[in-house]
């Protein structure tokens, strides 16, 4: 079995910037697409960024289009969020999340490896 661990969240004053990691322990995702999503109080879980197995191919929300950036080392089996000009708006408890099989997705259904999450907090 799998697991993965977020880091890096905290406390951000807007216009900041904040970096997440999230690695994997238990047994290698390199193969895998990873994605992030976030899930705000009282909202359901969203799309935030996902990358394909070998990290060519990026696809993000288009809310944080511009701002964010996905990443991913394989041979670490860690996969990166690095977010800038932070907003208010992205306040939440982000996860990262591994789906096993072919092809990233947004949707948060077809994954199938979820952290515990990690909390992202912006003030104005």
């Known amino acids: 079995q799998g697991q993965l661990v977020e880091s890096g969240g905290g406390l951000v004053q807007a216009g900041g910037s904040l970096r997440l990691s999230c690695a994997a322990s238990?047994?290698?995702?390199?193969?895998?697409?990873k994605g992030w999503f976030r899930q705000a109080p009282g909202k359901e879980r969203e799309f935030v960024a996902a990358?394909?197995?070998?990290?060519?191919?990026?696809n993000y929300a288009d809310s944080v289009k511009g701002r964010f950036t996905i990443s991913r080392e394989n041979a670490k089996n860690t996969v990166y969020l690095q977010m800038n000009n932070l907003k208010p708006e992205d306040t939440a408890v982000y996860y990262c999340?591994?789906?096993?099989?072919?092809?990233?997705?947004?949707?948060?259904?077809?994954?199938?490896?979820w952290g515990q999450g990690t909390q992202v907090t912006v003030s104005s």
């Open positions: 999340a591994v789906r096993i099989k072919a092809g990233y997705s947004a949707d948060v259904d077809l994954y199938d490896y």
């Open positions: 990358i394909s197995s070998n990290g060519g191919i990026t």
């Open positions: 238990g047994r290698t995702f390199s193969n895998y697409p």
